[in-house]
């Protein structure tokens, strides 16, 4: 009889599912909005979870937090002013602190504690958290948005969980027509849009509302990422005032650190697959 431990997330709509064999369960609680735990993984280092899906591993968040990050900040031709929605585990964060003419980041999660529980198990993540530049808000962030003075921010990065619950307001018009009107004259908007292979729908739907909302030009990246969904994950992108070739190659060769993201990527990432081609 094995003894052998595994946490498995189980797409049940798709019939698939993603496991990975664990040496320990580190920690679990029941915050205010869900439950949290946290798993020493065999080849994965830790694992978070929120509700039983998986929010981040040691080995492949990278990819997700520099392409949630690089591509929108360097498209933009002066980020100053950044907000980060949601973003708990503050990988998202830590990115956007290698910018150096970033001038302050507001990041707004609404709950506390993820942010405590990534400060104590993954703290590589959090090693910007104390940045001067950085102010940390645990509060509902599609409130934020629509309470902030207009044009308050040059980026908004919107590092959400799946469009559940009360994430799924953050995948709305309503709340891309906010995030525009709190976006400077030159503006820019990435949002976490799910799986190419599995959500084309829903990323359709992310483009058509963030036209809809004001952004004059709106694309989509797509980049792997193992421990989500089918293995390929994406953003989506709106500009407000910018033009769809802005880009500061300079800026992004000086970026240091990096393990996924390049200048290279820039323009290849927002290549679709021939079946989420639109005419």
């Known amino acids: 009889m094995s003894t052998e431990l595994w946490y498995t997330e189980r797409y049940e709509e798709h019939g698939a599912a993603l496991s990975l064999r664990v040496r320990e369960v580190l920690h679990r609680e029941q915050s205010a909005y869900q439950t949290i735990e946290i798993f020493e993984t065999e080849h994965f280092g830790?694992?978070?979870?929120?509700?039983?899906?998986?929010?981040?591993?040691?080995?492949?968040?990278?990819?997700?937090?520099?392409?949630?990050?690089?591509?929108?900040l360097l498209a933009h031709p002066a980020p100053v002013r950044v907000l980060v929605i949601g973003g708990g585990d503050c990988g998202t964060l830590r990115e956007v602190l290698r910018h150096p003419?970033?001038?302050?980041?507001?990041?707004?999660?609404?709950?506390?504690?993820?942010?405590?529980v990534a400060e104590r198990f993954f703290p590589e993540l959090c090693e910007r958290n104390s940045d001067p530049r950085a102010r940390l808000h645990f509060q509902d962030?599609?409130?934020?948005?629509?309470?902030?003075?207009?044009?308050?921010?040059?980026?908004?990065?919107?590092?959400?969980?799946?469009?559940?619950?009360p994430a799924a307001g953050l995948f709305s018009r309503e709340f891309y027509s906010a995030c525009w009107r709190a976006l400077g004259p030159q503006g820019i908007l990435v949002a976490q849009s799910e799986s190419p292979l599995l959500h084309a729908p829903l990323i359709c739907q992310c483009q058509d509302r963030m036209a809809t909302a004001g952004f004059e030009t709106v694309d989509t990246l797509y980049f792997p990422q193992f421990s989500y969904p089918s293995?390929?994950?994406?953003?989506?992108?709106?500009?407000?005032?910018?033009?769809?070739?802005?880009?500061?190659?300079?800026?992004?060769?000086?970026?240091?650190?990096?393990?996924?993201y390049h200048a290279g990527i820039q323009q290849a990432a927002m290549v679709p697959p021939a079946f989420l081609l639109r005419g």
């Open 141 to 165: 962030g599609i409130a934020w948005v629509q309470e902030i003075s207009p044009e308050s921010y040059d980026a908004i990065i919107v590092d959400s969980t799946d469009p559940v619950g």
């Open 231 to 260: 293995g390929w994950w994406s953003a989506t992108l709106g500009r407000k005032g910018i033009s769809r070739d802005s880009f500061r190659p300079a800026a992004a060769h000086a970026l240091e650190g990096l393990r996924y």
């Open 46 to 72: 830790t694992l978070m979870t929120l509700d039983g899906l998986v929010m981040v591993t040691d080995r492949d968040n990278f990819l997700y937090h520099e392409m949630m990050t690089h591509p929108a």
């Open 101 to 116: 003419q970033v001038a302050r980041v507001d990041q707004v999660e609404l709950d506390e504690r993820v942010t405590r």
